[in-house]
Nanobody, 123 residues
Framework: VQLQASGGGLVQAGGSLRLSCLAS????????MGWFRQAPGKEREFVAG????????YYANSVKGRFTISRDNAKNTVYLQMNSLKTEDTAVYYC?????????????????WGQGTQVTVSS
């Protein structure tokens, strides 16, 4: 079972990136999915989550209005569209599959994790 995150890179402040998370080995169509991030010297923090059908989404206050999470269950893929990026968004971004059908802000509620993709926002 693997979650493969991709789409990270270096972008200037104000720019955009779209992260993708492809699941392989099993489907996660019945699981909530989430994106977390971890900056150097900081704890991993919740960024965004989506319920199993995509009907409910959740965002950290710091990204609300700038980031959009979505999923395509036919492709077994979750996306994170990041607009108006700020230098404080710089971190390694991880996708994760929740234990239940709904996303949670708590990392302990996720039992599958991707390897992470680096996002660097320059000023």
């Amino acid at each position: 079972v693997q979650l493969q995150a991709s789409g990270g890179g270096l972008v200037q402040a104000g720019g955009s990136l779209r992260l993708s998370c492809l699941a392989s080995g099993r489907t996660f169509t019945n699981n909530g999915m989430g994106w977390f991030r971890q900056a150097p010297g900081k704890e991993r923090e919740f960024v965004a989550g989506v319920s199993w059908r995509g009907g409910s989404t959740y965002y950290a206050n710091s990204v609300k209005g700038r980031f959009t999470i979505s999923r395509d269950n036919a492709k077994n893929t979750v996306y994170l569209q990041m607009n108006s990026l700020k230098t404080e968004d710089t971190a390694v971004y991880y996708c994760a599959a929740a234990r239940s059908s709904y996303a949670s802000t708590a990392p302990t509620q996720y039992n599958y994790w991707g390897q992470g993709t680096q996002v660097t926002v320059s000023s």
